[in-house]
């Protein structure tokens, strides 16, 4: 007899399983048929269950419920409830969550795309009305998530836009001198624009061998409010040992001008305003890289990329290692972003092999009549 998900020998007779609004029911049967026929009717229960729920809730009420179900940072709700609300409501508000179909929710992509939203754009959203789908499914309300393995547009994977430490110093020269020290900085450490704004003095170790930068905070922009949190990750939280003495000496001329305690924050206004990275991007960065003319494609990241252009240029080139640095969880985002950078000789390696194979063979090499190989 074929198996049948749900039920299962137990002792002389047969058990069904099934879960109804979230309570485990199980019965035992002397027959196969009888077991199969109240689980099926248990089933056909849930389903009516569901339907009678998912009747009274449409995706602005379900929205309602369970999106602030698990706990988010801030600034990741806040752009949650911007992607549903300009989005996803437009279109599936006031439909009861049943009703909403694989084809509606293909409709609506390309409806999306149509309209020129950038595809990584497109992909977040419905990641966002997915995910809020799926807590229905998981409270039984609806028996699938038609917003799942749906056909998204694809995300081009374009090549970073590198800074180079010639236009890094024009960069540095067109720039505020309040801010200019920032550009030097992040070109050694690669930090993000948010954990810039984010140091202290303290978190910068002078006395170690290697000068340290220590990752321990970020500041996010949230509604036109500045948020001071912990890094978005783990990995997040970290030391950085690439700066180097000639900016090491410069920040320590910095921090004794500005009179700054181990408590201040190491880059802020003039006025001791916190550096609020949008409003730095905007008012500071763009008007320096028109001024150095850079193109529109360089931005606060350009700097990222560009220390991680030098610290492979000055030989670290194990992505573990830089990742570490970058502060990322996984070397797979270097691999993806960084890998045409990474070594490609491979002379040493088959050089080594060559010798191994010579050591096996006592020192004798192998004779050849193969055509010789043109250096």
Not at 56 to 73: A, C, I, M
Not at 309 to 325: E, F, K, M
Request: glycine content about 8%; proline content about 6%.
């Amino acid at each position: 007899m074929a198996r049948s998900p749900g039920i299962r020998r137990h002792g002389p007779g047969w058990e069904a399983r099934v879960t109804v609004n979230g309570e485990h029911l199980s019965a035992t049967f002397e027959t196969f048929s009888d077991a199969a026929a109240w689980r099926s009717e248990q089933v056909a229960r849930r389903r009516r269950s569901r339907t009678v729920n998912a009747h009274k809730q449409t995706f602005d009420e379900l929205w309602g419920q369970v999106s602030n179900d698990r706990p988010l940072r801030h600034n990741t709700a806040v752009r949650n409830e911007s992607a549903y609300r300009n989005y996803v409501q437009p279109w599936f508000g006031d439909v009861p969550i049943h009703k909403i179909t694989r084809t509606h929710a293909i409709e609506w992509v390309q409806a999306m795309v149509d309209t020129g939203l950038a595809p990584s754009t497109v992909v977040r959203v419905v990641a966002v009305a997915a995910g809020c789908i799926q807590r229905a499914v998981d409270r039984e309300m609806v028996d699938r998530n038609p917003f799942r393995r749906i056909p998204l547009p694809r995300v081009e994977d374009n090549e970073r836009r590198f800074i180079t430490a010639e236009e890094a110093h024009h960069l540095e020269s067109a720039m505020d001198p309040w801010w200019a020290l920032v550009v030097p900085f992040a070109l050694d450490t690669g930090l993000r624009i948010g954990e810039l704004a984010g140091l202290e003095v303290r978190d910068i170790e002078f006395n170690s061998p290697s000068w340290v930068v220590h990752v321990r905070r970020i500041v996010s922009d949230v509604q036109g409010h500045a948020r001071i949190g912990l890094p978005k990750t783990r990995a997040g939280i970290r030391a950085v040992p690439t700066l180097t003495r000639p900016v090491a000496e410069r920040l320590a001329v910095h921090i004794s001008e500005r009179g700054l305690g181990p408590d201040d924050k190491l880059f802020t206004g003039r006025n001791g305003g916190i550096m609020r990275p949008t409003n730095w991007r905007s008012r500071v960065f763009r008007p320096a890289v028109e001024a150095a003319g850079l193109g529109p494609e360089v931005t606060p990241h350009s700097l990222r990329h560009g220390a991680v252009a030098r610290w492979i240029a000055a030989g670290q080139s194990d992505p573990y290692v830089l990742s570490r640095w970058l502060g990322h969880s996984t070397p797979v985002i270097v691999y993806r972003t960084y890998a045409h950078l990474l070594p490609q000789d491979t002379t040493a390696i088959t050089e080594k092999m060559e010798a191994e194979a010579l050591a096996a063979r006592g020192g004798e090499g192998v004779a050849s009549s193969v055509v010789k190989i043109r250096p």
